[in-house]
């Protein structure tokens, strides 16, 4: 799922986009001319192996996500923020979405039986 930049105006735009399993939903809010502050939950579950025995395993996501999406290069600076820029005037869910499973996925999980 897509949002051209130039629909987010003035009133917050609500979107919401499923992938593999994940849930991802929130609204939107123009910050200046260039970025938008989408403001995010990720709800549902991923399929892993335990980074120990191979095993497989469930990954429960229930998490909250702030970040900055800039139209093009952006070049002010945010202070703690993460800003993610699309250069092609859209705002792309799906790809926000997948490099959020994959930052959550390049953590180390362990199955039940080597947690203990
Ligand atoms: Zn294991």
Known sequence: MQIA???VAKESLGFESVKQGVRFFG???RKS???VLLKASLVGEISHVCDRCG???TLEIN??????VSDGIYKG???EMDVIEFYDGFI?????LQS?????KSDYHYCAQCKN
């Open 5 to 7: 930049f130039k629909k």
């Open 27 to 29: 609204r939107l809010f």
């Open 33 to 35: 001319d260039k970025l």
């Open 55 to 57: 095993g497989d395993l």
């Open 63 to 68: 998490e909250a996500l702030e970040i900055f």
């Open 77 to 79: 600076k945010t202070d």
């Open 92 to 96: 792309d869910f799906d790809e926000i």
């Open 100 to 104: 959020e499973i994959e930052s959550i």
